[in-house]
């Protein structure tokens, strides 16, 4: 927990919840904000903050004329990257596993409720296609006005192009953020800037724009000394659902071909045993769960491997089959809605 001490106050909080995690807190992210923002802040006399529910920007309740200088004279925003401590945050994370070339962007400069995400959970509609702060844009067969702008709608660049005349256009040195292109007052592109030396794009981008709305608001407490109005936003993951594989090789056990996996929750049932071979020419027994299961960081499914030892009797060969690892999944296609499994071997 954050001790706030002297006459710092809390302003704005970005929460982070995860349904994986036990304590449903998105603990393993973090938050770097862009040059801009660090600037920014340094600036207003406010201090960042992070813990396992997320990032916190508090106020000097002393240092208030600031705020109310720029407030009153310019546009203001806070961006941060986000970035995660776990190499396999996307293996548990109900996003697509085709993520290549695209961060998440959250911003709350459209939205009118609190959580960043478009829907109830993070998804793919929340993520855009990230480029170097410095590229060659191809121009295919456009002819006419190329115009990029920023996310305030500002004009950046605004150029005539050819294609015929010159094949492609380059953009560079351009601030870290989102980008729209256009062609002929027609979008063609979103995308984020990142800076060209980075060699592993982060998680993604936060903007929190001060709106009209929030500016009045905190103008109005300015000038009557009262205390800041907060801002709590959430972004919201979801763990991913996998279809659950065990692949069980009689190593020790002999006669197990009837064996089957029970469940003691109502709804979870698996396959029966289907004969496969492992990529090592290992002949193995599947069982694959007949539903998608969610990961979990503390997993409450219990299952056992059983098998059949004279009449109707059952032999508890594992009373407990262990979770899938969440460091390997594996996608049945590449389409967006495709199966993903988790898999385990087990010997037996």
């Known amino acids: 927990m954050i001790d706030l001490q002297f006459h710092f106050k809390r302003f704005l909080t970005i929460k982070v919840s995860h349904t994986y995690y036990a304590d449903n807190e998105g603990r393993d992210i973090k938050f770097l904000p862009t040059r801009e923002t660090a600037q920014l802040i340094n600036k207003l006399g406010f201090l960042l903050k992070q813990d396992d529910s997320g990032l916190h920007i508090l106020c000097d309740g002393e240092r208030k004329e600031a705020l109310h200088y720029k407030l009153s004279r310019q546009e203001l925003s806070f961006s941060f990257w986000m970035t995660c401590n776990n190499a396999y945050f996307r293996n548990f994370t109900a996003i697509p596993t085709e993520h290549r070339n695209s961060i998440f962007y959250f911003s709350n400069a459209k939205e009118k409720k609190d959580d960043l995400q478009k829907g109830e959970f993070v998804s793919a509609e929340d993520t855009l296609q990230v480029r170097p702060n410095y590229f060659d844009y191809q121009l295919a067969d456009a002819k006419g006005k190329l115009e990029l702008k920023d996310d305030e709608d500002q004009v950046i660049v605004s150029r005539d192009v050819d294609a015929e005349i010159l094949p492609h256009t380059t953009f560079e040195n351009l601030p870290e953020g989102k980008y729209k292109l256009y062609l002929n007052d027609k979008e063609k592109e979103k995308f984020i800037a990142i800076a060209s030396k980075v060699s592993q794009p982060p998680l993604g981008l936060v903007e929190i724009k001060f709106t009209e709305k929030m500016k009045k608001e905190m103008l109005a407490k300015i000038e009557e000394q009262a205390e800041l109005p907060q801002y ?27 064996a089957t996996i029970y469940s003691e929750k109502k709804g979870v049932s698996f396959s029966k045993a289907e004969e496969v071979k492992l990529v090592n020419g290992t002949n193995a027994l599947s069982f694959s769960s007949n539903t998608a299961l969610p990961l979990m960081e503390y997993s409450d499914f219990h299952f056992q491997l059983r098998k059949k030892n004279g009449g109707n009797a059952n032999k508890v060969l594992i009373r407990r089959l262990p979770v899938p690892p969440i460091d390997s999944i594996k996608p049945e296609t590449r389409e967006a809605n495709s199966k993903v499994f988790s898999e385990i071997i087990i010997y037996v």
């Open 232 to 258: 709590n936003y959430e972004i919201k993951f979801k763990a991913r659902d996998t279809f659950w594989r065990y692949m069980v090789v009689p190593k020790y056990v002999r006669g197990i071909q009837d």
